[in-house]
């Protein structure tokens, strides 16, 4: 069985690796950076990986995942995005409360609690931030890459996902009254200084890149494909 930070780092490289558009592999001092570690502590850590047999690495070199660290990786984040979802829509914690909470139970390894959890739920496709759930297989559909930052004025666009679910953004994101699944058609955009007037519930906010980069969108011409490429 792996330990709680063996399990951390394959998480990690999922991240990086897979979620990350066009990146299959990633080198020491990012990784270190994203787990806000020292280099030489993740050296360490992926030697041991690497006997075993979870990622390829040689040293200096670039860290990738092998089949088998890919799918444990892709465990994790299932019962992680699970609970999230389980304690929001069961337990009514808010958006901002379920990752921290999440970070520990993910690490239950029971299959048989977390298949039944998934039949629970009614098998989700997404967690409460509109993050992709894995299924038992550790496939995953990632369906979006479009940021309302690189939306079109004059269109309408559904919120189906945030970047960063950090507490800080998300209570921000409720401050402003926006949430996952409203729709916003973009009023103009600002060359100069990138300010985003949207129109939302009735309402226009003016939104800073801080925010139209961190949410991620889909035309709504594109809403039963579920993949935005317009």
């Not at 559909?141 to 930052?149: A, D, G, Q, S």
């Amino acid at each position: 069985m792996l330990s709680f930070t063996e399990e951390n780092y394959l998480k990690a490289l999922v991240q990086l690796t897979i979620f990350e558009e066009g990146v299959t592999e990633v080198g020491v001092n990012r990784l270190a950076e994203y787990l806000g570690v020292k280099p030489a502590t993740v050296s360490d850590m992926v030697r041991k990986l690497k006997k075993k047999a979870l990622v390829n690495y040689e040293r200096y070199g670039k860290i990738s995942l092998t089949e088998e660290g890919r799918f444990l990786g892709m465990m994790v984040i299932r019962r992680h995005r699970l609970w999230e979802t389980f304690l929001q829509q069961k337990l009514d914690f808010s958006w901002d409360e379920v990752h921290e909470l999440a970070e520990d139970l993910e690490h239950i390894h029971s299959k048989k609690l977390i298949n039944r959890l998934d039949a629970f739920l009614d098998h989700p496709e997404f967690d409460p931030h509109g993050d992709a759930i894995p299924n038992r297989e550790g496939e995953i559909l990632i369906p979006f890459r479009r940021t309302l930052n690189d939306g079109e004025s004059g269109k309408r666009y559904k919120i189906i996902a945030v970047k960063d679910n950090s507490s800080e953004f998300l209570k921000y994101l409720d401050k402003l009254g926006i949430a996952i699944n409203d729709e916003a058609t973009i009023i103009n955009k600002e060359s100069f200084d990138e300010l985003i007037t949207i129109r939302f519930n009735g309402k226009e906010r003016v939104l800073s890149p801080k925010v139209t980069d961190y949410l991620f969108v889909i035309c709504a011409s594109c809403l039963k494909a579920k993949k935005c490429d317009c």
